[in-house]
């Protein structure tokens, strides 16, 4: 069974401050990784993924993860946040059932 | 090309009546999945749709059911509503031929409230 974990519940972080979070995933099979972002009283979001190949995934919004199969993680990091990226983030990894797994979720709160 | 739509996006209901969820998914794509949204359980997967054929399940109990249509629109219908299915149900549609790779995209979902 495939699942992951994030570590985080809740990050705050200032205007224009870094933010990571991390998501540490299991599986014995190849993955497949997903970061989804949710707004308030929204759907969810693909921010990016992770396929194959290069362990580096740039997405949208500024927003890039890094795919490390040793330590089993894909954390997601923004250099410089913005007031409007205040959401709920889930990673999910997929399974070959066509069902999504999600982590329970890191409520990010940007602050001025 | 238009997202996943909802229908209707609130619903109040009262214990012990049934609810049916709409979804329509994006053209083209034939594979509809729905999700469990709430703040105790997380996202939870019920069950995903493929040329009108069920083809895989969560683990929810019988109560829930959905069904596909030969456009790929989708249905989700909960029988004898609990006050635990309180929760915002989700819909995500993919293109369903290209297995775990593919991208799911979700619709803004229904809250659904249960007196």
């Known amino acids: 069974a495939q699942s992951v974990t994030q570590l985080d519940s809740q990050v705050p972080v200032f205007e224009e401050a870094p933010v990571e979070l991390r998501c540490n995933y299991s599986?014995?099979?190849?993955?497949?990784l997903f970061w989804y972002v949710q707004y308030p009283n929204q759907g969810l979001q693909l921010l990016l993924k992770y396929l194959s190949g290069s362990t580096l995934v740039k997405g949208i919004n500024g927003f890039e993860a890094e795919f490390n199969k040793s330590q089993t993680s894909f954390h997601l990091r923004k250099p410089s946040v913005h007031i409007s990226d205040t959401a709920e983030y889930f990673c999910?990894?997929?399974?070959?059932?066509?069902?999504?797994?999600f982590g329970a979720g890191t409520t990010v709160t940007v602050r001025a | 090309k238009a997202g996943v739509t909802q229908t209707p996006r609130y619903l109040i209901k009262t214990r012990g009546q049934q609810v049916t969820l709409s979804c329509s998914p994006i053209?083209?794509?034939?594979?509809v999945s729905w999700y469990q949204q709430t703040p105790g359980q997380g996202l939870q997967f019920l069950f995903e749709y493929f040329s009108e054929t069920q083809r895989n399940k969560g683990n929810f109990p019988g109560r829930f059911s959905g069904r596909q249509f030969s456009n790929s629109r989708s249905e989700m219908n909960v029988s004898t509503l609990e006050l635990g299915d309180s929760a915002l149900y989700l819909c995500?549609?993919?293109?369903?031929?290209?297995?775990?790779?593919?991208?799911?995209?979700f619709g803004p979902g229904t809250r659904l409230l249960v007196l």
């Open positions: 995500a549609s993919s293109p369903g031929t290209s297995g775990f790779q593919e991208t799911q995209y």
């Open positions: 999910a990894v997929s399974d070959r059932n066509y069902k999504l797994s």
């Open positions: 053209s083209g794509h034939r594979s």
């Open positions: 599986s014995s099979v190849s993955v497949y």
